[in-house]
Each structure stands twice: as structure tokens, then as C-alpha cells.
Nanobody
Framework: QVQLVESGGGWVQPGGSLRLSCAASGFTFSSNAMAWVRHAAGKGLEWVSHINNGGDHTSYAGSVKGRFTISRDNAKNTLYLQMNELTLDDAATYYC?????????????WGQGTQVTVSS
């Protein structure tokens, strides 16, 4: 069965950095696009970033563009999100999502999430 396990969350001060990871199993990782979304307390779900199956096409929400970098290692079945210059608005639970195809923005599985806390 499909499993997506996020890790790397934690506490960081404003301006700091974190790298999230998502270990995937139960499907052919290199055949599916992936994405990150986040959910902050009291706010709706926000799409953060998307990467195609090969890792050569990426897209970002305007709120994170230039600060976050999505990447993947298909040999390790792992998705990453490098987050730099973190702000209070970035505090949220971050989820990785599996796309239904090589590039689609439709997703069919997501993980349990990893919490990112930004505070001074």
C-alpha cells in the first residue's frame, strides 16, 4: 500500500532554515509527480509546491517562491522541501502528496504531516 512519511519538522527562529523529507513506498516513485501542502492553525489548506516525476519541472506558491526549493531523489524514493528565510507565516503542518500521474496537479495520497514551528 502507498505510504508517505514526512520528517524534518521542528522549531526554528524567524530567518532560519529547515529541510523536510518525505519517504515514499508502495508505488513506483519515479512515475508520479509529488507536492507539498501545508495547514496552519485557523487557516485553510495551502498548496506550497509541486514537482514532476523527473524533477525537472517545479512550481511554487507565491508566498514561498524564492525561499523554498522542492526536489526529489528517485533512487531513494524521497521528496524534499528546503525551506529558507522562514517567517511566522510559514508555521504549519506540512504534508507531502502523491500525484495521480507524472505531472498532474491532482493527488490521491498524502502523509501524516510534519509540524513546523517558527517563533522567536
Amino acid at each position: 500500500q502507498v505510504q508517505l512519511v514526512e520528517s524534518g519538522g521542528g522549531w526554528v527562529q524567524p530567518g532560519g532554515s529547515l529541510r523536510l523529507s518525505c519517504a515514499a513506498s508502495g508505488f513506483t516513485f519515479s512515475s508520479n509527480a509529488m507536492a507539498w501542502v501545508r495547514h496552519a492553525a485557523g487557516k485553510g489548506l495551502e498548496w506550497v509546491s509541486h514537482i514532476n516525476n523527473g524533477g525537472d519541472h517545479t512550481s511554487y506558491a507565491g508566498s514561498v517562491k524564492g525561499r523554498f526549493t522542492i526536489s526529489r531523489d528517485n533512487a531513494k524514493n524521497t521528496l524534499y522541501l528546503q525551506m529558507n528565510e522562514l517567517t511566522l507565516d510559514d508555521a504549519a503542518t506540512y504534508y507531502c502528496l502523491k500525484s495521480i500521474s507524472v505531472a498532474s496537479l491532482l493527488y490521491d495520497y498524502w502523509g501524516q504531516g510534519t509540524q513546523v514551528t517558527v517563533s522567536s
